[in-house]
C-alpha cells in the first residue's frame, strides 16, 4: 500500500506537465542579484542599490507602455460613462494588488455612486490578504465562480493581473469574463507571449483568444528568483493604477505625471532604509517580535507586504485568534485607531470585507476566519500577554500630507513623497519595504545568493519550484535525481519538515542522507 505522501507524489505528477514553468523570465535567476544574500550581510549599501536599480528598470517600463496605458484609460471612462462597473482581480501579490486599487480608489472617492463602482477580488477572498488559501490558485473554475458571485454582468469590465501570465484562477476568471460581457476583458502579465505560449497551453488559449485584450509587462527576472511580489507586482500596479485613477485626464497629462513619477525615484535617496534594516533583523535575532504600527491611509501596502513576507520566506504567518495559534508571527499589524477586529478589517480596507462562505472549502475563507486575524488595539496587549517577558517593538509608518513617517525606537525618517495621487505613495513605499523585507530575510539566511531557499510549497506552480532549486542545488553537489525521484521525497518532507523550516534545505539533505547510505 502506498504511504499518503507517495499518493500526492503520484497526483501531483500527473499534472507536473503544466507546472513546469522554469524556463519562463519570472522564474529565473537575475546574475546582476546572485550574491544578494552576501551583500545583505556584508555590504547592505550596495544591497539596497541593487534592488533599487532594478525597480527603476522596472518601472521605466512605464514610458515604454504609454499607448497601452492610454487604451486602457479610454476603456474605463467608456465603461464608467456608460454606467457599467469595473473588477481588479489577481491571486497572491497580484490579489493583494487589486485589493489596493480598490482601497486607494475609496479614499479618494466618496460618493457612493462612483466609490461602488470599483470592486476587487483576490483568490480565496479577504482572508487570503493575510493567510495564503492553499491551492485555491489551481482552479480556473474558482476564478469563475468568484467573478460571477461578485456579480459581474455584462458591459462591466474586467482587469486581471498575474505576474507570471499563467495563474489558472486569473485564467479562469478572464475567459468567464469574455463570455458574459460585451466588453472585452484585460489580462495583464509579466513573460513574453513566446515562452508562455511553449510552456502552458492555458496561456497560449488567452493570448490567442481575441476576446481578450492583452497588455504584457515583462520586466525581467525578479530581484530574488521567483519572488514576482517584487517587480513583477509593481509594474502592474503602476499600469493598472494609473489608467483608472487618470481615467478623466488627458494623455499629456499622464505622461507628465508618469515622468515626474519615474524621475522621482530614479533619483530618490533610500539609504535611510539601512538602520530599520539592521535594527529589524537584530531584534529577530534575539528572539523578540515587532508590531508594524500604521493608519488606515497606508495600512493596505504594509499588511501586503508584511504577510508575504510568511509564504516567501516559510515564516509563521499572522496568527489567527479564532483558531488559537501558538506560534506567533515575527511582526503583526497594528492599527491604533481601530476597536475591534471588525472596525480594524473596515479601516484598512474602507468597506466591509467579503469572504467566502462556501461549504466546500470547510470555512477555510469564512468571515469567522477572516476576523479572527485581529490588528485593532488589542493586538497589542494581546500580543503581550502571549509574549511574556519577551520584548516587543513597535516600527510606525505613518502617512503625512507630503511624505511618509518612519519610526523604530529611537532611529527615524520623514520621506518626502510629493506626488497628487496616492497610488505613486503607495508604489513608493511598496518598493522600500519590499527592499526592506527581503535584505531582513537575506540577513536572516531565508534565501541563498538569489534563490528562494525557503519557499513554502503551497501550490503546484511552487511544488514544481521547490523540485527545480533541490535538482539545482543537488547538482551543485554532484548528486543527480530524476524529477519523479525527487517529487517523492519532497513531498515525503513536507510531512515532516515545520512550517518556518526550508522545505528545499531539508530534502536536499534528505537526499544527501540518502546518497551516503548507498
Known amino acids: 500500500m502506498m504511504k499518503d505522501s507517495d499518493l500526492k507524489a503520484e497526483k501531483f505528477l500527473t499534472i507536473a506537465s503544466q507546472y513546469k514553468l522554469g524556463t519562463l523570465i519570472t522564474e529565473s535567476s537575475h546574475p546582476y542579484t546572485r550574491d544578494l544574500s552576501y551583500l545583505a550581510l556584508n555590504n547592505l549599501t550596495e544591497a539596497i542599490a541593487k534592488l533599487k536599480e532594478l525597480d527603476n528598470t522596472a518601472i521605466n517600463v512605464l514610458s515604454e507602455k504609454l499607448p497601452q496605458i492610454y487604451y486602457l484609460k479610454d476603456i474605463i471612462k467608456d465603461t464608467l460613462d456608460f454606467g457599467n462597473n469595473i473588477f481588479f482581480c489577481g491571486c497572491g501579490a497580484t490579489g493583494r494588488l487589486s485589493l489596493t486599487i480598490e482601497t486607494i480608489w475609496r479614499q479618494l472617492h466618496h460618493d457612493e455612486a462612483i466609490e461602488n463602482r470599483i470592486f476587487s477580488f483576490m483568490a480565496g477572498g479577504d482572508v487570503a490578504l493575510i493567510r495564503s488559501i492553499e491551492n485555491f490558485e489551481d482552479f480556473p473554475s474558482f476564478g469563475a465562480r468568484q467573478l460571477i458571485e461578485a456579480g459581474f454582468n455584462d458591459g462591466d469590465l474586467l482587469i486581471a493581473t498575474t505576474e507570471g501570465g499563467e495563474t489558472p484562477f ?32 492555458r496561456s497560449k488559449r488567452v493570448i490567442e483568444n481575441s476576446d481578450i485584450e492583452k497588455i ?105 485568534v479564532v483558531e488559537k495559534e501558538m506560534n506567533l508571527s515575527l511582526c503583526y499589524l497594528f492599527m491604533p485607531d481601530s476597536n475591534s477586529s471588525e472596525d480594524a478589517w473596515g479601516k484598512l480596507l474602507w468597506r466591509r470585507p467579503r469572504t467566502l462562505e462556501w ?23 494581546r500580543r503581550e500577554q502571549q509574549l511574556k517577558s519577551i520584548s516587543q517593538h513597535m516600527f510606525k509608518i505613518i502617512d503625512e500630507q507630503n511624505g511618509i513617517n518612519f519610526v523604530l525606537d529611537n532611529e527615524n525618517q520623514f520621506f518626502v513623497t510629493p506626488f497628487s495621487t496616492p497610488l505613486f505613495k503607495h508604489l513608493v513605499l511598496k518598493m522600500i519595504l519590499n527592499t526592506h523585507s527581503t535584505l531582513v530575510m537575506g540577513r536572516l539566511g531565508r534565501y541563498e545568493g538569489n534563490v528562494m531557499t525557503y519557499l513554502r510549497a503551497s501550490n503546484n506552480k511552487l511544488i514544481d519550484r521547490a523540485i ?25 518532507m513536507l510531512e515532516k519538515t515545520p512550517a518556518d523550516q526550508s522545505i528545499i534545505m531539508a530534502t536536499v539533505s534528505e537526499v544527501e542522507r540518502m546518497t551516503e547510505l548507498k
Not at 479562469?172 to 463570455?179: D, L, M, S, Y
Not at 527545480?468 to 515525503?492: G, P, Q, T, V
Request: proline letters at 3%.
Open 216 to 320: 504584457n509587462l515583462t520586466v525581467g527576472p525578479m530581484a530574488v528568483t521567483g519572488s514576482t511580489r517584487m517587480q513583477s507586482s509593481t509594474i502592474l500596479l503602476a499600469v493598472a493604477g494609473i489608467a483608472l485613477f487618470y481615467y478623466n485626464s488627458n494623455n499629456g497629462d499622464i505622461e507628465n505625471e508618469i515622468n515626474a513619477f519615474i524621475k522621482f525615484w530614479n533619483s530618490a535617496d533610500i539609504n535611510f532604509i539601512g538602520k530599520f534594516i539592521v535594527r529589524e533583523t537584530e531584534y529577530y535575532e534575539k528572539g523578540e517580535f515587532l508590531l508594524y504600527e500604521t493608519d488606515n491611509k497606508l495600512g493596505i501596502t504594509v499588511i501586503t507586504d508584511t504577510t508575504e513576507r510568511s509564504p516567501t520566506f516559510s515564516l509563521y504567518p499572522f496568527e489567527n
Open 359 to 381: 461549504p466546500d472549502i470547510n470555512g477555510i475563507a469564512s468571515r469567522k476566519r477572516l476576523l479572527g486575524f485581529d490588528f485593532s488595539n488589542n493586538v497589542l496587549s
Open 170 to 201: 486569473v485564467i479562469g476568471a478572464v475567459e468567464k469574463a469574455a463570455q458574459i460581457s460585451k466588453r472585452k476583458p484585460f489580462f495583464l502579465y509579466c513573460n513574453p507571449d513566446e515562452l508562455l505560449c511553449q510552456v502552458a497551453e
Open 468 to 492: 527545480r532549486y533541490i535538482d539545482m542545488l543537488l547538482k551543485n553537489k554532484n548528486i543527480i535525481l530524476s524529477y519523479d525521484e525527487l517529487c517523492h521525497i519532497l513531498f515525503e
